[in-house]
Structures are given as structure tokens and as C-alpha cells.
């Protein structure tokens, strides 16, 4: 799906009418900048270079979203979201800034806001941010409007709460969707950060759906470890870029750092209330285990490993072998295959290596169909053995 249709069928979920934007930045280039763009599409802007102007404008006027800097003179961005949510539950809020910090993200994301958007930023990253934050706060007021309805009903007459829950429901699903596509977007951030990440989650997905199916899975499980294994390596948007993207062998310290993105990952999606996201969880935290014990992050052994695990570590290892690296180039189906085959019962479940083979002419035409271009080939981190 091409970035233009993305954007318009997320300004279409946004509502109608013109919705308003303040933009809360200290640095004035930035706030023309933003507000230029965001006037571009339709949108009503207004500007403020600290919290204080901003609280001011948010008193005296109506917002719908708020693009807010960390770093303010005065008052900071996170205290300046925290009052905007006690005060002005109304306006959704995204994060707009420069400091890279997981910390100072996580705390953000506690605080509510609904994105994270680091500069210097590219404009289809903040289109889509606002697009889908109006979008999910849209949905989050039908909801809890439904609600109220719903307890009217039940006063009014109690045969109307099939209907009322039905309805809650079907929002509750869309918001579940609204998030998923959320921590998808993050986990594309996490995979290449600036860098373009090209087919590498949606191959890793399919590859492991089709062994899902070949393992004999029912249908909602092979669908959640397809969805799950897009988020694997969610947890890499907490290992800092002089790891992530250093273009050299990594030292036995910074190897430390590195493994540490399983556990980082599980931590991220471990308490959804989604049992996809917390199959999710699982492939994140487990995709790294080897069944002869030597894997990470907890050195598990064989069965030890849930099977989600196991599968996504021959997608992955398979994808890997199989796309273009900075250094070296991709090998053939054959040789990937030679290259699992040899390390079937160490590094990979024996039976699922086997299941892989039968079905590795469906793995190539999944590879055809998704191929990278050139300019979308992977510079991802080296891999310890495959």
C-alpha cells in the first residue's frame, strides 16, 4: 500500500470538519516548519514557544491535537503533556523532538501521548502520527460516548444491551487496530531508524505463518504468530544507534547491550491485554534461543523454547541469509537452505527445519514477490552465526 493511500484513508478515519493543531516548540524554524506542513493538509494551526504561551492558547481556545517539543525554556514538554491531560483530556498529544532517549520516550508514553516523533523528522512521519492520533482519539470518544448510551439503555430498557455491547465491541476492535498499527510503526522505527527497512517484517510474517500452517496450527494462531513475528525486534528502539548502526564487529560489551533488545521488547508488549501482542511478547523475547541451550536471553533448551519462538528464529535466520548486507551479498534459496540444514538440531527445532524444507519453494516465492530494491537493502546489525 503506497504512503499517499495510507494518509488518505487515515485522514478520512480522522472525522471531518477542520481539526486544530498546536504546535508547542521553542525553536522558530520548527514551528513554521510544522505548522506549513500541517496547514498544507487541510489543517487549522497555532503556535506556542513554551508552556506557558501554550497553556494560555489551550484556555482560550479549542485544539484537537497538540505537537509538543520535550525541551522547553521553563516548564518542560513532559510536565506541560501531564497538565494538558489532567486539564485539557480533550487534546491528544504527540511528541515531536530531537533526544533520542527510551527513558524520556517510555515516560512520555505513560503520560498518554499517543506518538513519538523524533527530529529532524520527514513529513509523511508527522502526516501519519496526526492522522492516526486524531483517528484513535476519535474512536476513544465514540467509545466512551457508546458507553453512556449503553447505561442509558439498560435504564430505559434492558433489551437494548445486546445491541449497545455489540457496538462497544466493534470499537474496541477498532482500537485494538488503531494500537497495533502503532507498535508496527514503532517496531519499523526500531528496525532501521532513519533508514529504510524495506520488505524484512512483512517476509519474516509470512515465512512464519507458512510454517505455522505446515506445523498443522489452527487458523487464529497462525494469524497471531504471522502478526507477532512482525514485532520481534520491536525492542531495538531502546539499544542506542552507536550499537545499532555501528558498520563494525561489536565488542563483547556492546554484544551485551545488544541482546538486551529481546528482554526490551517482551517488556513493551508483555502486558497488552491483545493475546496477539502477548504471543508477540513471546516471540520478542524468545526469538534468539537456540535449542542446544546457547541462545539468549535465558540460554533455554529444546521444548523450553515456546514454539512461536522456534519458528521465528528459521524465518528470521532465513530472511537474513537471504537479503543483501553491507557485508556480503545475498546467497541463492539453495544455499540458504544448506546454511539452516546445518545447523538443524543446535541452533534450530530439527522438526521445524524439516517442515521448512518442504516448504521453502512457498518461502522463495514469498521472497520474489517482496524483494527489496536496491536502495531498501538492509543495513541491520550482524547477527552472531546466522
Known amino acids: 500500500m503506497s504512503v499517499t493511500r495510507i494518509k488518505r484513508e487515515l485522514w478520512a478515519g480522522a472525522g471531518s470538519g477542520c481539526q486544530r493543531v498546536l504546535v508547542v516548540d521553542d525553536d522558530p524554524f520548527v514551528r513554521r516548519s510544522l505548522g506549513r506542513l500541517l496547514e498544507q493538509q487541510g489543517y487549522e494551526t497555532a503556535c506556542a514557544s513554551d508552556a506557558a504561551d501554550a497553556s494560555r492558547l489551550l484556555e482560550e481556545q479549542a485544539f484537537d491535537l497538540a505537537l509538543c517539543d520535550v525541551r522547553l525554556p521553563g516548564e518542560s514538554g513532559l510536565e506541560l503533556v501531564e497538565r494538558v491531560a489532567a486539564d485539557h483530556p480533550e487534546v491528544a498529544v504527540i511528541m515531536v523532538s530531537g533526544l533520542d532517549d527510551q527513558q524520556v520516550a517510555e515516560t512520555a508514553l505513560e503520560l498518554g501521548v499517543y506518538d513519538y516523533v523524533l527530529k529532524p523528522f520527514r513529513a ?217 540444514l546445518a545447523h538443524r538440531g543446535s541452533q534450530f527445532d530439527a522438526r521445524l527445519v524439516d517442515l521448512f524444507v518442504v516448504c521453502v519453494e512457498e518461502f522463495g516465492a514469498i521472497g520474489d514477490g517482496l524483494r527489496d530494491s536496491p536502495t531498501e537493502a538492509s543495513a541491520d546489525w550482524p547477527e552472531e552465526g546466522l
Open 124 to 340: 509523511n512521519d508527522v502526516f501519519v502520527a496526526v492522522a492516526n492520533a486524531l483517528r484513535r482519539r476519535r474512536l476513544q470518544r465514540e467509545a466512551q460516548a457508546d458507553r453512556q448510551r449503553m447505561l442509558s439503555a439498560l435504564v430505559e430498557h434492558r433489551g437494548a444491551l445486546r445491541c449497545a455491547h455489540a457496538d462497544l465491541e466493534e470499537h474496541k476492535a477498532l482500537l485494538r487496530d488503531a494500537h497495533r498499527q502503532t507498535l508496527c510503526r514503532l517496531a519499523r522505527a526500531a528496525e532501521f531508524r532513519d533508514q529504510d527497512v524495506g520488505h524484512h517484517l512483512e517476509r519474516v510474517g509470512r515465512y512464519s505463518g507458512v510454517l505455522a500452517r505446515r506445523l498443522g496450527l489452527d487458523r487464529a494462531r497462525c494469524e497471531a504468530i504471522g502478526f507477532g513475528s512482525r514485532l520481534h525486534d520491536v525492542g531495538k528502539i531502546g539499544i542506542p544507534d552507536r550499537i545499532l548502526l555501528k558498520p563494525a564487529p561489536l565488542d563483547p560489551d556492546e554484544w551485551a547491550v545488544m541482546e538486551q533488545h529481546t528482554e526490551i521488547g517482551h517488556s513493551l508488549l508483555e502486558d497488552a491485554e491483545d493475546e496477539s501482542l502477548k504471543l508477540a511478547a513471546t516471540i520478542a523475547l524468545t526469538h534468539h534461543e537456540r535449542v542446544d541451550g546457547a541462545g539468549y536471553p535465558r540460554g533455554l533448551v529444546g521444548d523450553a523454547i515456546p514454539l512461536e519462538g522456534r519458528i521465528v528464529a528459521i524465518a528470521d535466520a532465513y530472511d537474513a541469509l537471504t537479503s543483501l548486507r553491507p557485508y556480503r551479498p545475498a546467497l541463492g534459496v539453495g544455499e540458504a537452505v544448506e546454511e539452516i
